[in-house]
């Protein structure tokens, strides 16, 4: 059993902030932007400069389901290669960032609307590893993973992301990892090289998305599959989606949303990105 105590002997090594953290929203496409020198990479590295350097990096990654809520709570996280198919030198990458099993016990008594586990087996899974490594190269920020209950509807991980706030004004950077739009099945691999191509139905939600983001208009992208009919076409599977939810349920009432990386991949994959402060 954690105690309260673990909590305040986190928070008090903290000093509190002059400005609260921004919390991100990361479109993070292929594994292979872990290791290329792209356009979205480096705007990931320019972005680890624009903000305040963080005490800790917690991330909501795509990439890791749970039944109930977890917490990665170990002092090494490992770096998983949750993917097939890609060169040995993607497989090779080792991002040996440190954990924080302080500040897991110290998101655990935070959230109140369920209980959430302390892991010892998870790690860093793609979802986070590869943009993380681009924003802090040198690997000596403690970074942790808070894992997306898929059993549970798009308001639950809204209103559970808002129990995280106060984090942010302890120097951790939240963020949420996946894609607004991700449709693997209609992927035009072809297409990979063709940047100006994309389906009708991925523009569509893209600047719905955009545009209910700008508005605050949180309830409309909570019922995302009520904005339009390309909405099943655009999220198959909410597992991509639901991390932004986490980033709309930390925005603060002055947290203006600035996008970054507004690109179509391949036809069906947005990487479409927001810094929320």
């Known amino acids: 059993m954690i105690s309260l105590q673990s909590f305040r002997n986190f928070t008090d090594g903290l000093n509190e902030q002059d400005t609260t953290m921004p919390v991100l929203f990361v479109g993070h496409g292929s594994p292979m932007n872990g ?4 356009a979205f990479s480096q705007r990931w590295a320019q972005m680890g400069k624009e903000i305040p350097t963080p005490a800790a990096v ?3 990654s795509a990439h890791w389901l749970t039944r109930g809520t977890h ?7 490992k770096t998983i290669h949750d993917f ?3 060169p040995p030198e993607l497989h090779a990458v080792q991002y040996p960032a440190p954990g924080s099993p302080e500040l897991a016990a110290a998101t655990q008594q935070l959230i109140t609307k369920t209980h959430v586990g302390l892991d010892h087996d998870w790690g860093l899974d793609h979802g986070t590893w590869t943009i993380v490594r681009h924003m802090y190269p040198n690997a000596n920020i403690p970074v942790l993973q808070l ?7 798009p308001a639950y991980h809204y209103e559970l992301a808002k129990e995280l706030a106060a984090l942010r004004k302890k120097g ?3 963020m949420g990892s996946g894609n607004m739009v991700h449709n693997l099945r209609m992927a035009a691999w072809d297409k990979m090289d063709t940047p100006e191509f994309a389906f009708d139905w991925s523009v569509e ?4 998305f955009k545009k209910n983001i700008i508005e605050g208009n949180h309830q409309a992208l909570i019922h995302y599959e009520q904005l339009s009919k390309s909405a099943k076409l655009a999220i198959p599977t909410p597992d991509h989606y639901y991390p932004l939810l986490y980033t ?6 002055k947290d203006q949303p600035v996008f970054f990386n507004d690109k179509v991949v391949m036809g069906s994959f947005t990487m479409t990105s927001v810094r929320m402060g």
Do not use: C, K, R, W
């Not at 917490?71 to 996280?77: D, K």
């Open 35 to 38: 290791i290329e020198d792209n």
């Open 58 to 60: 917690l991330v909501i």
């Open 71 to 77: 917490i990665t709570a170990m002092e090494h996280p």
């Open 84 to 86: 097939g198919g890609f």
């Open 147 to 153: 894992s997306i209950d898929y059993h549970q509807p």
């Open 172 to 174: 951790v950077l939240i």
């Open 205 to 208: 939600m893209n600047e719905l």
């Open 248 to 253: 709309l349920g930390l925005q603060g009432a």
